[in-house]
Each structure stands twice: as structure tokens, then as C-alpha cells.
């Protein structure tokens, strides 16, 4: 069965830091794979999707087939990064399916 | 117009009572999804609609019912729910199942009283 784990459930980092959150997935199949975001009082948005391999807000997140690990990154954190970030993946005959991991809350400290 | 939009934003509900949730975009959008939402926890995807046909059902009880009227339109009918039932309920679309769950609605959020 397909499963994403994301391990920390916040994540506290200095403005100017860098900042990584880790996803690690699990299927068999050709997973596609997504990155979540949602800020305060708005709603869920898509970040970026791997197969676009594009940096998003400063955002960057490439997938290792061999480690299962989609993790987000960004050199530079911003105050404005501050929200709740979700890994997702899509799988089914038309990758109608999408699971969520459990998210993890990233503060960025001013 | 580039949202989803759900009604209402809030509901609390009796447990046998009968109330609907409603989705709506106007992006041309073919495919329309239901989601739950727990407290702290990651939406869990509920059902999936393409071209207006019920495609995936996730072993969802009976006691909601979607609908699919039209293009634009997703309804959620609750009937005899439990307290456990509460929850937020989201809503996304995209252009065609299998391309990303780009737009998601603000959500309604539901409480079974």
C-alpha cells in the first residue's frame, strides 16, 4: 500500500537559514509526487509537482527514486514561509488518487 | 475565475437531520473531488468525479451521498450522521483526472451535534 511519511511535525528554523523537510513515500508502482502548502487562514494550494522539476518560491524538491525521498528545500527561509506543509502522492490507474502525509508545521524564526 | 468555491463555510448539524455541502468552480474543470479533514490530521480523499461520473469511492458510508449535476457543480448530501463525522470538508478540481489537484476550496467546516 502506498504511504508518505513526513518525520517531523514542526520544524522551527532562523530567517536566513537554510530549510529542508523531509518526505519519504512507499509504492510499488510510478508514484507522482507533491508538495502542499497552507498558509494561515487560506486555503491548500499545490507548491510544486516533481515532474515539473521547478522552483517554486525558493523552493526546490527533487525526488530520489533510490532513497523514496521527496524532500523540500530553500536555501534562504523567508518570515512569509511560515505555514504548514504537506507531501502528497498520486497513484492509480490515472493518478486520480492523492495521499497526504501527515504534514509538518514550519516556523521560521524572525 | 480561478477558485473553488464551497457553501456554506460553517454547519452544525443534528444526527438526523439532512443538509448538503456544495462545490462549485468555473474553470472548465472535468474532475471534482471530496476530502475529509480531521483536526491536525492530512485530508483524506473521499470521493473522485470524472466528467460529472462518480469514478472512485473510498469505502465512504453510505450516509454521504455525492452528486454531480453538472460540470460545475459537486454536492456533498449528509443524512444520519455521528458526531465522528465531524470535520472539515474539502473540495478540489483540476482539469482532468490524472493532471494536479491544483484548486482546493476554503473548506466547510462541519459539526454533528
Known amino acids: 500500500a502506498q504511504r508518505v511519511t513526513q518525520p517531523e511535525k514542526l520544524l522551527s528554523v532562523f530567517k536566513g537559514a537554510p530549510v529542508e523537510l523531509k518526505c519519504n513515500y512507499s509504492?510499488?508502482?510510478?508514484?507522482?509526487l507533491f508538495w502542499y502548502v497552507q498558509y494561515s487562514r487560506q486555503r491548500l494550494q499545490l507548491l510544486l509537482r516533481?515532474?515539473s522539476r521547478e522552483s517554486i518560491k525558493g523552493f526546490t524538491a527533487d525526488l530520489n527514486k533510490g532513497e523514496t525521498s521527496f524532500h523540500l528545500k530553500k536555501p534562504f527561509a523567508q518570515e512569509e514561509d511560515s505555514a504548514m506543509y504537506y507531501c502528497?502522492?498520486?497513484?492509480?490507474?490515472?493518478?486520480?488518487?492523492?495521499?497526504f502525509g501527515t504534514g509538518t508545521r514550519l516556523t521560521i524564526i524572525p | 475565475d480561478t477558485e473553488v468555491t464551497q457553501t456554506p463555510k460553517h454547519l452544525v448539524m443534528g444526527m438526523t437531520n439532512k443538509k448538503s455541502l456544495k462545490c462549485e468552480q468555473h474553470?472548465?474543470?472535468?474532475?471534482m473531488y471530496w476530502y475529509k479533514q480531521k483536526a491536525k490530521k492530512p485530508p483524506e480523499l473521499m470521493f473522485v468525479?470524472?466528467?460529472?461520473?462518480?469514478?472512485i469511492n473510498e469505502s465512504v458510508p453510505s450516509r454521504f451521498s455525492p452528486e454531480c449535476p453538472n460540470s460545475s457543480l459537486l454536492n456533498l448530501h449528509l443524512h444520519a450522521l455521528q458526531p465522528e463525522d465531524s470535520a472539515l470538508y474539502l473540495c478540489?478540481?483540476?482539469?482532468?483526472?490524472?493532471?494536479?489537484?491544483?484548486?482546493f476550496g476554503q473548506g466547510t467546516r462541519l459539526t454533528v451535534v
Open positions: 478540489a478540481s483540476s482539469q482532468r483526472v490524472g493532471l494536479p489537484q491544483a484548486f
Open positions: 509504492y510499488s508502482g510510478s508514484p507522482e
Open positions: 516533481h515532474i
Open positions: 502528497a502522492l498520486s497513484y492509480n490507474f490515472g493518478n486520480e488518487k492523492l495521499t
Open positions: 474553470m472548465g474543470h472535468r474532475a
Open positions: 468525479y470524472s466528467y460529472e461520473k462518480l469514478s
